[in-house]
Every structure is written in structure tokens, then in C-alpha cells.
């Protein structure tokens, strides 16, 4: 009865109310629609004062009714410290739930997860299973990703020449991508005998019917001249092909070839035009050659902004170089507001995937209390495996660092070092 009253005092103080105001009591009241529109606009600005933790807040609110988008919404901020700490065990755990909710994008990073060891111990088996339940739901990229695993030799604890036989029996139908795979694999000797000339017999089917993959790939072929003479008008001709039709990775190769003046005249504006249209379909390596070509000024005008802006988007999807890119930028204020702080929480989430100049930033920022607080035997840690490495400020840094460390702070950091080395990484949570 309590619980109705107040429902009713609410609908009653709704009239008069602001669109803004109105949309906060519906959810308060536990409206679902309402706590995702709040998310949106919180993080956004629109209508608010943009706050991403108060953006945080309402998508949690909406996770916590069962949305799977919004739980994957959450699992991102906090893997990436966006109105948050960075807690990459929460966000796994949220991340977990998203994929279970059927959340298609979230299945596909829980399966990249578990194939790089990245907050779970590395599987295999798991990953292929959440790629194939995000292909079952249409995803194209989870279908491509199972692709490469099988042409990479990972066939998820399938049989590999029954594999093959398969795709085998479908490219003799006339199956484009059937015939693209085989062909892939037949190339690498996956599941059947390899032999290259075959494998580009399969490739030109494939890519007679128009199949970018097959066109993207014989293009490369010809271009570094693997297994075939190097052609480099000929690789054009196929990129352009699949360009045509939208192939994000031949937009990204025929960039590569007019930013580089490979085989044709140097052209820095069709280069960013290339990548922009490839970064835009969410290519990582297109979002980072975009923004670097941004920060250059080579093609687009000079602009750290949008630079930050394309690097965000690759470092969201979990690249290092775009993490530690971004981090930088962030560092000296460069495009974006200066902040250590964030820095160094990007620092971090690119050196736990191994980059070393980020281990050695990382490293330096606990050495001089940088957007971390100075802490002698985490310095140590970061610099010694970015030293290991080969890093040559990373070596210098720890001259400097190793005379003040007592023998316990030493012995502390190396096996600081030691355990991030054997995979300091949770239990799985999904």
C-alpha cells in the first residue's frame, strides 16, 4: 500500500515537470527506459550537465534490472575509467553478464578475453563458443574472427580436417565464402595439405563471385609478393575491387598504399579519406592511422582533437597502441585536457596486454608520482619487464631507481614482476 502511494505521489508530481526532471522521477521509479535515456544523456550533455558517473549510475541502475546492453555499457566504463576507477575484474564480471544476456558485441569481446588471457585465463574452447553463439545471432564480425582462428590453426577444440572437409564440400557447390575459407586454409596447411597454388586457385573463385575477403587478400599476396611475383598494380586492382564493395581491410591496405606512395603517387588525402571510411566501420588499425595522420597533419588538417578522438574508439576496443597513444596525449594535454590521472589508468590498461613503452611510462609515473602516487617497487616492477624488452629509457630509468630500493623492496618487485610475467589474470567469471 506504502509502495502504491508513492508510486502515485510521483505520478502526480510529474505534472508540470521538466522533460528532464520527468524522466529522472520514471526512474527512480525503477522505469527502465528512463535509467537508459539518463545514461545517455549524462553522458552525453544533452539536456544535463554532462557527468559521466552520474551516466554510470543510471546504465548500473538499468544493468541491474537484466539489460544486456546497458550491462555492457558498464562493463566498458569500467574497463576503461570512464566515471570510474578502472576495476577490470567488475567489468569482466559485467561484461559476463551482458554476453549471457545476449548481448552480441559482448559475446564477441568475452570470446576475444578468453582468446587473449585478457581478465580470464586464456581458452580457446570458450572463445570459439562465444564467437559461434554471437555468428548464430547474425554478427559478422564474430563470423570473420572464427574464420581466422581456423586459417591461425585455433579450431576451438574442433577437428580440424573435418573442418576443412566441410568448407571443402561447400566451395565445390559454388559457396563464395566456403570457397574463401578453404582456400585460406588450404594456403596455410590447416586441417588439409598445404599447397599455395591451389589455395589461390580457390582464393580467384572466390573472388570472381565478388567476395571481399578473397579480394582483399589475393591483393595482399601480390603486394608483398608471397608466393607469387609481386604486382603491385595487379594488388591495387584487387584492394580497389574490394573497396568498391566496402571491404573495410582493403579501404585500410589501399590507404596504406597512397599514404606510403606505393605503386602510385603519394596522395596524404585520399590516404585519410581511405582510412576514415575503414575507421568508421570500427577497423582499429584505420582509427589509429587516422589519427596519427591527424596529429602529423599529413592529409587532413593538423587537429590533436580529432587525433584523440579516433584514438579513443581504437583504445575502447582494447588496443594497446591506441591506449598508450592516447594516454600520451592525455599526458602533456595535447587534444584533450591534460590529466595524469587518466594517463596513467590508460598507461595501465596497455601495459597489462604487454606494451612496453607503457610499462615504462607506467613505470616513470610511480618512480615521480605522476598521476600515481610514488611507489619505488611498482616503478620497478613496470621498468624491469619493459627493460626486458629492450626499452632503452625503461634501463636507464632503473639505474637511477635500483640504488635507493632496500634489498626487501627489490625482492618484492621482481616477484611483483615474476607473477605479472606467469599471468597475474582472475578466475573466469563467464
Given at each position: 500500500m506504502k509502495r502504491c502511494l508513492m508510486v502515485l505521489l510521483a505520478l502526480l508530481t510529474l505534472v508540470g515537470c521538466s522533460d528532464v526532471d520527468r524522466t529522472r522521477l520514471k526512474a527512480r521509479l525503477g522505469g527502465l527506459d528512463s535509467q537508459l535515456a539518463l545514461g545517455r544523456m549524462y553522458s552525453s550533455g544533452d539536456g544535463v550537465e554532462q557527468d559521466e558517473a552520474e551516466a554510470l549510475r543510471w546504465y548500473t541502475a538499468a544493468a541491474e534490472q537484466g539489460h544486456a546492453g546497458a550491462a555492457r555499457v558498464v562493463a566498458i566504463r569500467?574497463?576503461?575509467?570512464?566515471?570510474?576507477?578502472?576495476?577490470?575484474?567488475?567489468?569482466?564480471?559485467?561484461?559476463?553478464?551482458?554476453?549471457?544476456?545476449?548481448?552480441?558485441?559482448?559475446?564477441?569481446?568475452?570470446?576475444?578475453?578468453?582468446?587473449?588471457?585478457?581478465?580470464?585465463?586464456?581458452?580457446?574452447?570458450?572463445?570459439?563458443?562465444?564467437?559461434?553463439?554471437?555468428?548464430?545471432?547474425?554478427?559478422k564480425v564474430a563470423a570473420r574472427q572464427i574464420g581466422q582462428?581456423?586459417?591461425?590453426?585455433?579450431?576451438?577444440?574442433?577437428?580440424?580436417?573435418?573442418?576443412?572437409?566441410?568448407?571443402?564440400?561447400?566451395?565445390?557447390?559454388?559457396?563464395?565464402?566456403?570457397?574463401?575459407?578453404?582456400?585460406?586454409?588450404?594456403?596455410?596447411?590447416?586441417?588439409?595439405?598445404?599447397?599455395?597454388?591451389?589455395?589461390?586457385?580457390?582464393?580467384?573463385k572466390a573472388a570472381e563471385q565478388d567476395q571481399s575477403q578473397a579480394l582483399v587478400y589475393l591483393g595482399y599476396l601480390y603486394a608483398e609478393g608471397q608466393g607469387v611475383e609481386t604486382d603491385l598494380d595487379r594488388a591495387i586492382r584487387y584492394y580497389q575491387r574490394a573497396a568498391d564493395i566496402g571491404e573495410p581491410g582493403a579501404q585500410h591496405y589501399l590507404g596504406e598504399v597512397y599514404r606510403d606512395g606505393r605503386g602510385v603517387e603519394a596522395d596524404p588525402a585520399r590516404a585519410a579519406e581511405l582510412f576514415r571510411q575503414s575507421a568508421s566501420s570500427g577497423l582499429v588499425p584505420s582509427q589509429n592511422a587516422l589519427a596519427t595522420l591527424y596529429l602529423a597533419g599529413s592529409g587532413v588538417p593538423q587537429d590533436p582533437g580529432e587525433a584523440a578522438h579516433w584514438f579513443q574508439l581504437a583504445a575502447k576496443q582494447g588496443d594497446a597502441a591506441a591506449q598508450y597513444n592516447l594516454a600520451t596525449l592525455y599526458l602533456v594535454g595535447e587534444g584533450v585536457p591534460q590529466d595524469p590521472v587518466r594517463a596513467v589508468?590508460?598507461?595501465?590498461?596497455?601495459?597489462?596486454?604487454?606494451?612496453?613503452?607503457?610499462?615504462?611510462?607506467?613505470?616513470?609515473?610511480?618512480?615521480?608520482?605522476?598521476?600515481?602516487?610514488?611507489?619505488?617497487?611498482?616503478?620497478?616492477?613496470?621498468?624491469?619487464?619493459?627493460?626486458?624488452?629492450?626499452?632503452?629509457?625503461?634501463?636507464?630509468?632503473?639505474?637511477?631507481?635500483?640504488?635507493?630500493?632496500?634489498?626487501?623492496?627489490?625482492?618484492?618487485?621482481?616477484?611483483?614482476?615474476?607473477?605479472?610475467?606467469?599471468?597475474?589474470?582472475?578466475?573466469?567469471?563467464?
Open positions: 569500467l574497463l576503461t575509467g570512464v566515471g570510474t576507477e578502472i576495476d577490470v575484474e567488475k567489468g569482466a564480471e559485467w561484461l559476463g553478464k551482458a554476453a549471457q544476456g545476449g548481448d552480441v558485441q559482448a559475446q564477441v569481446q568475452v570470446a576475444n578475453f578468453y582468446q587473449r588471457g585478457e581478465a580470464v585465463p586464456r581458452d580457446p574452447v570458450r572463445a570459439m563458443r562465444w564467437l559461434e553463439v554471437a555468428a548464430q545471432q547474425g554478427s582462428l581456423y586459417v591461425d590453426g585455433e579450431f576451438g577444440g574442433r577437428d580440424a580436417e573435418e573442418v576443412a572437409t566441410g568448407f571443402r564440400e561447400a566451395a565445390e557447390q559454388g559457396a563464395p565464402d566456403a570457397q574463401f575459407m578453404i582456400g585460406m586454409l588450404t594456403l596455410k596447411g590447416r586441417g588439409t595439405s598445404a599447397d599455395a597454388a591451389a589455395g589461390r586457385d580457390w582464393l580467384e589508468e590508460l598507461y595501465t590498461l596497455a601495459a597489462e596486454q604487454g606494451h612496453a613503452l607503457a610499462q615504462t611510462q607506467l613505470g616513470v609515473a610511480s618512480m615521480l608520482g605522476e598521476g600515481a602516487p610514488v611507489d619505488p617497487v611498482r616503478a620497478y616492477m613496470w621498468l624491469s619487464l619493459a627493460r626486458a624488452e629492450g626499452v632503452v629509457r625503461a634501463r636507464a630509468a632503473l639505474e637511477k631507481l635500483e640504488p635507493d630500493l632496500t634489498p626487501e623492496q627489490l625482492s618484492e618487485a621482481r616477484a611483483l614482476a615474476s607473477k605479472w610475467r606467469a599471468g597475474h589474470q582472475s578466475s573466469a567469471p563467464f
